[in-house]
């Protein structure tokens, strides 16, 4: 059995949004141990492919082996990106809308994935 993992830092006790810094954050829904270790078993492949750019650019490889792989991690984080958006939308989105502060969890939504769109 998959045991809820402890609210993020920020996150108000009450299900209400909390304020710092001039910044809203909805309380956050944890992942379960299920996908907290997916998503750690992703951005250790992740961390991998880093090291693996760092050890061809020692080795002077090719440039366009180099630049590859460079496109490989990029595509590699956009996934790691869409699954914890994916997972805030379903969280914690949802469960601010439930709790009547849905507007401001939207907007905050929609400034990080315009930031995708750059």
Known sequence: MTS?????????PDGELAE???AYHAPSVAHT????????????????????????????????DIL??????????DALARKLLE????GCVSHAVASGNGARAIDEAL???RKFGR
Not at 47 to 55: F, L, P
Not at 87 to 90: A, E, P, S
Request: proline share 3%; hydrophobic share 35%; aromatic share 2%.
């Open 68 to 77: 590859t792989q460079v496109s490989a991690v990029q595509s590699a984080l």
């Open 20 to 22: 710092s810094g001039g």
């Open 33 to 64: 141990d299920a996908q907290t270790a997916a998503l750690s078993k992703r951005l250790n492949r992740i961390e991998g492919q880093i090291r693996g750019i760092g050890r061809m650019i020692d080795d002077d490889r090719y440039c366009v």
């Open 87 to 90: 997972h805030h939308l379903h």
């Open 111 to 113: 400034t990080v994935i």
């Open 4 to 12: 809820p993992r402890k609210p993020a830092h920020g996150a108000a």
